[in-house]
């Protein structure tokens, strides 16, 4: 699982001005590292357009994805923390931190699932990735909780 996640897929920023915003920061890691095609920022945008924000799991925590066709190249997490937070939709939850998925294939995606669902299950490691003072901080949590 550590392969699923490079330190320079993980940043913080100050905000965002809206959702559309939010997925262009948080999926342009993966862009530039190669990891996944420039369209799927645009995809992930056209599907929120059309079936709503689904990536939103919890109060600061949205979980960016779109399936595999939609423009992934290879496999990989990016991380992505707002200082201020943003909302998907008016009357939706606070989002500080984003989660790029680009899964390309079933199993690699359910492998990467079931990880993000131990981390982001637990409130305290959510508080404690929202607030960590650095990228390199945030990286270091989410790579001991995984290997729990």
Known sequence: ?????????????DGVKD????????????????????RYIDEIIKNTEKFGPYYVLCENLALLHASAEQGVIKKQLAITSLRNPV???PEGYDVRLLVTLAA????SHLEAMQAIS???S???????????????????????????
């Open 1 to 13: 699982m550590k392969d699923m996640l490079k330190l320079e897929n993980v940043q913080i920023i």
């Open 104 to 107: 390309s294939d079933p199993e």
């Open 19 to 38: 959702w559309v915003e939010a997925i262009h920061v948080g999926v342009q890691p993966l862009v530039d590292t190669g990891f996944v095609e420039p």
């Open 118 to 120: 131990n981390i982001f």
């Open 87 to 89: 909302k998907f939709k």
């Open 122 to 148: 637990d409130q305290k490691r959510i508080d404690a990735l929202v607030n960590a003072p650095t990228a390199e901080d945030i990286y270091e949590q989410f790579i001991s909780a995984v290997n729990e």
